[in-house]
């Protein structure tokens, strides 16, 4: 499970968990999945990066695919301290899938996030997503994901990325499987998205009369020739280390898993911060 959640919650989709102990026979791939997921999670990470206020949601989604490796998902979100809407936003997405060679697969995607007006979310600015990984597994599984956002911006995100999945036993003789699957992740690119951000947070925040945080500027700022190099220029964003601990069964999974991402020199959000962040998730697959 490489990436988390809108960007973030759409490489999550695409990833949708196989249900390791029984469901990646070839009989299994040669079916047609429909797999339906909830989540909760105590923030929005963007590439490890995250928005000033705490973003705390809970989320539905649907990934349906087929046996020649085409697949459809789609994701409603609700965050929880938004009293004003029953949805905060919801993306589609397609993608394909497919092997290289017995060890390398290759998955290539497109998602559209629908983001309400004035939307509080750090990469509201590309609501489009262009995503292209490659996946090597030997006893760990190394991967490159690179992303293209573009809506009212357009950024670049490249991320490494190395796993390892470790059977902790089963509970009732084989007939499950738990399993703890430490990721670690290095993520680069531009920030043209947090220009968009810092306008439409001032301008909610005046609407709402709230004076701007510190470490927020103006959007004079965000015109800048140094505050547009340091956005446009591709940057070293986030180390991110992720540990999930799942339960998994022939056709469902619970998992909660931590991460923790150290921003880079150059984040917009926070130079050299660490960001934590929390998700419980269960899937099940029909």
Known sequence: MGKYILTFFMAWLCSMPAFSQTDTTTEDNKKVTLTIGAVYANDVSYYGLKAEERMPY?????????????YFTGTGYRLLNDSGRVVSASSAG?????????KLTADL????????EHSPFLQAANPDNAS???????????GVNADYHFGKQQDVFVTLSTEKQINLGSLFKGKDLITLTPLIEVTGGTQRFYQTYVREKLLRDSLLGILPLPGIGNPADTESGSAISTTTQFNLLSYNLRVPLAYNR????IE????LSVLG??????????????????????
């Open 132 to 142: 292209a990984s490659l996946k090597y597994e030997y006893w760990m599984t190394t």
């Open 109 to 116: 995607s497109y998602s559209h996030t629908f983001f309400p």
């Open 58 to 70: 809970i989320a539905a989604s649907a990934s349906l695919r087929l046996p020649f490796g085409l």
């Open 265 to 286: 020199p150059k984040a917009e959000t926070g130079a050299g911060k660490l960001n934590s962040f929390f998700n419980f998730s269960v899937y099940y697959q029909f």
């Open 250 to 253: 022939s056709h469902y999974m």
């Open 256 to 259: 909660a898993a931590c991460q």
């Open 94 to 102: 397609i993608g394909f899938a497919f092997n290289l060679s017995k």
